[in-house]
């Protein structure tokens, strides 16, 4: 595929949105090893050629599929119904294979909401309501480190809450053009899909030992239901769906009868304890070092003890690397307030790094600002406490929150 970012669009390039390629080129910016043949299993792509976009999208490395043969669709001031949904499609592919790395893109609006809403042909709405609805076999394993394995539940992730919303979106959208049975669909999806989660945070409530997942999927599950509130809540949708909204809206604040209330436990613990790890990394996006492989993807904080030792031994890294990839974490701690997951990293980077953060040879390479920092006394504490401790506070604390929880 040639070089997506070579090939220039103009603004609003495709009906007023952002033009293919350039969606494209945002993907090749943020995981440039999907394309470059580096990954290991991007010979497990599917070569087939189907004539329309949305045909490559039925596979588990479907979206994977749709991103090699976005040459399929072109800009248009003027999109054909057919062209729209092949848009979804490649929206869909481009934010699945975005979204936990990064530089995320920025189509959320367009695959819960906008696209939803457009008057197509049956066969066109037919076409999107069975992406949609299958999308949630794609393999995101390749494209995030954010995932909690749970037995019998399978795996967990803010994937899932991505595609919530997009099912709400797809339900809203149904239930405004007057096609109930089609939103019935959607509807049975989202309730399959929240009931597992709940279900595997109830899994983990039972499991001695697993408080570090635990509160990972606690982050996971209020951030997926957010997701939810953000799709039926949307301006537009004021009138239509009052019955889903009641069933689906505000899980993790109100009426905790449902599911078990394992939505309003999850809000609990992640209110209490993660809120402050739920920052955007805007101190990472820059440092582009991070995006050269799928095995660098940042996992969830604060839990970064193992993530800061892999970046400290990073093969392919000399002493500039390093200290370039150490000096955004500790610029990471001084403007996000209130985190500790850049501090449980750069203990991981210290334990790991020969000499540790300190030594010379990393402090050759270190700027002024990031010298300055390591002599912070809050800094030097926190590297200090040994992570077994960090975690079993956090363990303790999330028993103590759920044991009193109501």
Not at 33 to 41: A, E, V
Not at 175 to 185: E, K, M, Q, T, V
Not at 189 to 211: I, K, P, Q, W, Y
Request: charged share 30%; proline share 4%; glycine share 10%.
């Amino acid at each position: 595929m040639q070089p997506l970012h070579e090939l220039h669009e103009k603004r609003g390039a495709f009906g007023g949105f952002i033009g293919p390629r350039t969606l494209v080129a945002q993907v090749q910016n943020s995981a440039p090893w999907l394309f470059d043949g580096s990954h290991p299993d991007s010979q497990l792509v599917p070569e087939t050629r189907g004539e329309r976009l949305i045909e490559h999208g039925f596979h588990p490395l479907g979206w994977w599929s749709i991103l090699r043969h976005a040459d399929l669709l072109e800009a248009q001031d003027e999109p054909t119904p057919r062209a729209r949904t092949d848009y979804f499609a490649l929206c869909l592919a481009v934010h699945c294979a975005s979204v936990a790395s990064y530089v995320p893109t920025d189509v959320d609006a367009k695959i819960r909401h906008a696209l939803w809403f457009e008057p197509l042909p049956e066969e066109e709405l037919f076409a999107m309501r069975e992406l949609a609805l299958y999308h949630g076999n794609w393999e995101i394993r390749h494209i995030s480190a954010r995932v909690v394995e749970v037995e019998g539940c399978g795996p967990v992730s803010g994937h899932d809450g991505e595609r919530l919303s997009v099912l709400c979106g797809g339900m809203m959208g149904m239930l405004a053009a007057g096609r109930a049975s089609d939103a019935a669909l959607f509807e049975q999806a989202v309730d399959a899909e929240l009931e597992r989660e709940a279900r595997a945070f109830d899994t983990l409530c039972r499991a001695r030992g697993r408080e570090v997942e635990l509160c990972n999927l606690a982050t996971i599950l209020t951030h997926n239901v957010g997701d939810v509130m953000q799709a039926i809540e949307r301006k537009g949708t004021k009138g239509i769906g009052d019955e889903q909204k009641l069933r689906f809206a505000d899980l993790a604040r109100e009426r905790f009868e449902r599911y078990g209330g394992a939505f309003g436990k999850a809000a609990a613990i992640y209110r209490e304890l993660l809120a402050s790890e739920g920052h955007r990394h805007y101190p990472l996006r820059e440092q582009k070092l991070l995006r050269a492989n799928h095995k660098l993807l940042l996992p969830l904080g604060p839990f970064l003890d193992d993530w800061g030792a892999k970046l400290a031994r990073w093969p392919n890294w000399g002493t500039r690397e390093r200290a370039a990839v150490a000096g955004a974490l500790l610029d990471g701690c001084r403007k996000v307030q209130g985190q500790e997951g850049y501090y449980r990293a750069l203990a991981g980077f210290d334990s790991a790094a020969p000499g540790g953060l300190e030594s010379r040879e990393l402090a050759s390479e270190l700027g002024s600002a990031a010298k300055r920092e390591l002599k912070d006394t809050t800094l030097r504490k926190k590297l200090a406490v040994r992570r077994e401790s960090f975690e079993s506070s956090y363990a303790k604390r999330a028993r103590t929150l759920l044991e009193g929880w109501r």
